[in-house]
């Protein structure tokens, strides 16, 4: 029996909501898949009916990469494998029957349902269900059929171009098309949070820049390595992203020798949050982004937010202050960064800290402790430190020239 023919569906989120904006949503989504399907081999993608359509072109076509690939783009809240069949109920049949089977992983129940979306097709849909489940039962005279809660559901999509048949489609990344909703700067770690953090504003549309404090010697080269490696895995979703170093070794040093030891750990984080507003205001970032979630450290409590927050006049977006760490580790495992956050390289922030951090930093005895050492001179010394690098999907960091 000859093969039908493969498709990926992928069916839009919220985008379908949208109204004279939609155009342009769906384009930049396509040209998302198109870029990833050049890696991959050739394929013909086009949108329809709120779902746009990956055909592979060539024999060798990996389907299953381009799947993998798809499931990354942001904008589609489900994507599946179809098998196409013409629009005539015997080829369907038969296609439902040469298909469905390889789809099976031990599932004993089933059932049918049928999507008409071409009106001009003269099955209705239950007609189209109940000729689908017969043959699937000829084809596979195990399963039985099961109204209520199947094993699973095969799906019958009658469109425009042909009938679509699938075994249910799988959550697609959902959020918004990539690069849609602005630039923001994500002060990235080598820890669990901010990878994580920079992935959820990824899925909101917008487009993230990195910026990294570090503290050679006191930090190593190895920790450098691996917040670039993170940057690497969110350019699975994003494509390509810069990552802006920063040293504060002298910084901590004059902090650490100048003053007093309990409030190390917020004027360190306020020299981070102005030096990351002027990397933003560098590179054209409308807004920052961290990994903080109240109350998991002294620095993340609300009065230490505060005091932090006045040192930029740009947006904080801290996508998961509300989440616990359980939760944020189930979407770091899911966007793969997990075993590399994991790994054991120290941070700037974990280099000097104090046994007891102020948990409720005041800003007056902030400013009193500020004052003690030269902060603009520090910040513009930090600054010239800077170096930039460049990761594109699949590539290994470019460090760029000056910038
Ligand atoms: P993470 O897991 O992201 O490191 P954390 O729980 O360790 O977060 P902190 O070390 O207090 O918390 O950092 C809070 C946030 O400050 C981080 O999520 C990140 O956005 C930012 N941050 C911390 N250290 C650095 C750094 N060395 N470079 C850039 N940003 C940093
Ligand atoms: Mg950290």
């Known amino acids: 029996m000859e093969k039908a023919k493969r498709v990926i569906l992928c069916k839009y989120g919220e985008v379908a909501l949208k109204g004279a904006n939609r155009p342009q949503f769906e384009m930049t989504m396509m040209k998302d898949l198109r870029r990833r399907a050049k890696r991959i081999g050739e394929f013909e993608i086009y949108a329809a009916q709120s779902t746009v359509y990956i055909e592979p072109c060539g024999e060798g076509d990996d389907i299953d990469l381009m799947y993998d690939e798809a499931s990354h783009v942001f904008g589609f809240s489900g994507i599946c494998v179809a098998a196409v ?31 008409r979306a071409d009106k001009r097709f003269p099955y209705k849909s239950p007609e189209i269900s109940a000729e689908v489940g017969e043959a699937i039962l000829e084809a596979v005279p195990s399963l039985h059929v099961h109204l209520h809660s199947p094993d699973i559901t095969v799906m019958v999509e009658v469109r425009e171009r042909g009938a679509y048949i699938h075994a249910g489609q799988e959550r697609g990344a959902g959020g918004l098309p990539a690069g849609t909703n602005g630039r923001a700067l994500l002060l990235l770690s080598g820890g669990i949070d901010s990878p994580v953090a920079g992935y959820m504003m990824m899925k909101r549309g917008v487009t993230v820049d990195a910026v990294h404090f570090e503290s050679i010697p006191y930090t190593s080269e190895q920790a450098r390595d691996k917040v670039l490696a993170l940057a690497s895995i969110l350019t699975d979703w994003c494509g390509e992203i810069r990552v802006h170093v920063i040293s504060v070794t002298h910084i901590q040093e004059v902090l650490r020798d100048t003053c007093d030891n309990d409030y190390f750990t917020i004027l360190l984080r306020r020299f981070m949050m102005a030096l990351a507003d002027r990397t933003a205001r560098h590179t054209g970032a409308q807004a920052l982004i961290t990994g903080e979630s109240l ?31 359980e939760e944020i580790i189930e979407v770091s495992r899911k966007i793969g960064a997990f075993e590399t956050s994991i790994l054991p390289y120290e941070d700037c922030c974990t280099v000097f800290t104090p046994p007891h951090p102020k948990t409720r930093p005041e800003l007056p005895r902030v400013l009193e402790q500020e004052e003690k050492v030269n902060f603009d001179a520090l910040a513009d010394e930090a600054w010239e430190t800077r170096r930039t690098y460049y990761i594109r999907a699949g590539h290994e960091p470019r460090e760029f020239e000056a910038n």
């Open 85 to 115: 069949a013409e629009k005539d109920m015997s080829d369907i049949r038969r296609v439902a029957a040469e298909y469905i089977p390889g789809c099976l992983h031990g599932e004993q129940t089933f059932k049918v349902e049928a999507k």
């Open 295 to 325: 109350g998991q450290v002294a620095s993340q409590t609300m009065h230490a937010l505060a005091v932090t927050d006045i040192m930029t006049s740009l947006p904080v977006f801290r996508p998961l202050i509300g989440m616990d760490k």
